[in-house]
């Protein structure tokens, strides 16, 4: 994901590509059964289409994403990854799918062609828009990557309002660690499903219940604790460092000395075994910087830290860690996956 990250909340529905059960959106789906989400994840002529009420209908302040420019209504803003998370019946605030690159806009709500039956209104209207190809919806099951709420104590995290702009509270803790782990974890999964008219009915046929749901904020704990132990060792060291953790560039931070710059990529674990997974962006950086780049793994985060500082070699036709010492060997397995999924010709709208 890059640093452009936006948040939304909306109604919980099994597969958003048409009006069908919808819960916790707020008032008015509670009065009126439906609302403007239900086709968020509805393919119209190889877009997706989102939508989420926010306060007053005022629409996405961009200033809040990119404060780089004055921003007027109407104007647009791409490059930004929006995720949508909602209440989840007996579990919570999840994270249901997400718009990779999508365009936003300030201040305004586009309208598209079409209504949506059991609306008063007699349009569509939507806050972002996306290329099918970078759009994910998470199967139920998958459905595990709980999001903080704010009025629970969590201060800086997404509260009543349905629109959160994270980069926009980083000062508030635990916000910045959040943002990696989810930045990370969207990197890292492959799993979507956006399914057409045509698609085999699921509702029985997929095994429902929750999955083994990780533990998201020890991990966040864990991530942040190697962090900061890698940023105390290379200082101690005489580096001066900058963190790059939400910039998506596939490092974690900068270790500067004199002339020499390192790109530091920090995996946490709270055990004592170093395994670890690099997301397709950090194992194409780390091939494309390999001389300065560095894998810097913790053991044990929480309790008795222990860094394993570990340089890129090429080893045959892939790659390999090694240790500065050669104490210690990672072999980097490959992993290559592929999504199918047949599309029809779009004619008209959904």
């Not at 900068?254 to 670890?276: C, N």
């Amino acid at each position: 994901m890059t640093s452009r990250l936006l948040v939304l909340r909306v109604g919980y529905m099994e597969r958003y590509d048409g009006p069908d059960t919808i819960t916790g959106g707020g008032a008015y789906i509670a009065a009126n059964g439906v609302g403007g989400e239900v086709f968020n994840f509805k393919p119209s002529r190889g877009r997706c289409y989102g939508y989420a009420m926010s306060r007053h209908f005022a629409g996405l302040n961009l200033r809040f994403i990119d404060d780089s420019q004055a921003w007027r209504e109407g104007d647009e803003l791409g490059g930004v990854d929006v995720v949508f998370i909602a209440r989840r019946p007996g579990v919570g605030q999840v994270v249901v799918g997400w718009y990779r690159n999508a365009t936003v806009f300030h201040r305004q709500y586009r309208v598209r062609r079409g209504s949506i039956p059991g609306m008063n209104e007699a349009v569509r209207r939507f806050l972002c828009i996306a290329d099918t190809d970078d759009v994910r919806l998470l199967p139920e099951d998958e459905r595990t990557f709980d999001v903080p709420y704010a009025p629970a104590g969590f201060k800086g995290f997404p509260g009543q309002s349905n629109v959160w702009y994270p980069g926009h509270h980083t000062e508030q803790p635990g916000v910045t660690a959040f943002i990696r782990k989810l930045t990370k974890y969207i990197d890292a999964t492959p799993g979507a499903e956006l399914l057409d008219d045509e698609a085999p009915e699921r509702k029985g046929g997929r095994k429902k219940g929750r999955a083994s749901a990780p533990d998201h904020a020890q991990n966040a704990m864990v991530e942040e604790a190697a962090v900061k132990a890698v940023w105390a060792r290379y200082a101690a060291d005489g580096y001066t460092l900058r963190t790059v953790e939400t910039e998506c560039v596939g490092w974690d931070l900068e270790a500067t000395k004199g002339r020499q710059t390192l790109r530091l990529e920090v995996k946490g674990t709270a055990g004592t075994a170093i395994y670890f997974e690099l997301t397709p962006n950090e194992y194409a950086k780390l091939k494309e910087h390999s001389t300065g780049f560095r894998v810097c793994v913790v053991c044990e985060a929480l309790t008795r830290p222990r860094i394993f500082d570990l340089r890129p070699e090429g080893f045959g036709a892939g790659w390999r860690l090694v240790s500065e010492r050669g104490d210690v060997t990672v072999l980097l397995m490959e992993r290559i996956a592929a999504v199918g999924a047949e599309v029809a010709p779009g004619v008209g709208g959904n």
